[in-house]
């Protein structure tokens, strides 16, 4: 039988190379609980009902906890914030911007004063250009150093949006650990149920108890008293969790398949006769029955 852990591995490459082209976390929840499914109906076909139960509920477990992946998402800048980072920048304009203002009434002072002095003085166009072409220098720079800063502006506002993904190969490797402890509870089981099936008589009491009564009995040659005993052994066999099943042709709870069936060598027979009863612990089938039917009923299957 192979265990769900090695099921996984003929599956997981194929497994973490659709994780790794899907972006979309939902997408990869659905994705792992599809292979799950059908490891699934793989795994339990060969397990007893004790080991099905046992796996379904550890796997509907797993399931629920992949289920919490889908709650990551991505998370946006408080408009506080936004508030705050824009607060200074207005700040520092205004001063920027009173600099400015002064600059060009000094500029515009010194121009006049030049202008001035041309009447007098014919070097002093000179120094009006030179004024002139260190005005124009200044402009320049402040055009390009506004033209900088809008630039910055705008990559600080067109930031890159975040990347939500799952690391496949250590998802895959946790997801792997939990498979292995499935396979190893339900091993455990498995072993239990040996070692149920292997108890010794001594440490069954009821039965020990019953079969000295029965022996007496029948060492003191009383049928009656026998019989019963006999009335006894239901009741014994419920103390160990078995259920003594008599076979009932119109009762849908009496499921044929737990008997074996002889025809009756007398043709007027019209009753099924159950020789032995079938003995179930829950619902798994411990001992078949034998019953004697109807010679009509057997040559009509």
């Known amino acids: 039988m192979k265990t769900i852990t090695s099921l996984f591995s003929e599956e997981r ?149 975040p990347l939500l993904r799952v690391d496949s190969k250590i998802f895959l490797e946790h997801l792997g650990d939990a498979l292995n402890t499935i396979d190893l509870a339900v091993a455990r089981v498995e072993e239990w149920n040996k070692h149920e099936g292997d108890l010794a008589i001594e440490q069954l009491p009821e039965l020990l108890n019953f079969l000295q009564r029965l022996m007496g009995a029948s060492k003191l040659d009383k049928p009656q008293m026998a019989y019963e005993l006999a009335k006894l052994l239901p009741q014994i066999l419920m103390s160990q969790g078995i259920n003594a099943q008599i076979y009932r042709p119109n009762d849908p709870h009496s499921d044929r398949n737990y008997f074996d069936f002889e025809p009756s060598i007398d043709p007027d027979t019209k009753d099924h006769v159950t020789l032995t009863p079938a003995l179930l612990k829950g619902d798994r089938l411990i001992r078949r029955g034998r019953v004697i039917e109807p010679a009509y009923s057997s040559a009509r299957e």
């Open 13 to 161: 490459n194929q497994l973490q190379t659709d994780i790794d082209n899907t972006t979309n976390i939902e997408e990869i929840v659905k994705l792992v609980h599809n292979r799950l499914d059908n490891l699934e109906r793989i795994y339990i076909e060969k397990l007893n009902l004790a080991q099905v139960r046992l796996a379904s509920f550890f796997l509907d477990t797993l399931r629920q906890s992949i289920a919490t992946l889908a709650a990551a998402n991505y998370s946006q800048i408080a408009p506080i914030e936004q508030k705050q980072f824009t607060n200074p920048s207005t700040n520092l304009f205004s001063s920027r911007l009173i600099l400015k203002l002064l600059k060009g009434l000094i500029y515009i002072g010194i121009l006049g004063s030049l202008f001035s002095l041309t009447k007098t003085s014919p070097g002093a166009w000179m120094a009006i250009l030179l004024t002139s072409i260190l005005l124009g220098v200044e402009v320049m720079l402040q055009l390009e150093l506004k033209s900088q800063q809008n630039s910055m502006s705008s990559e600080l506002l067109e930031l890159p949006k």
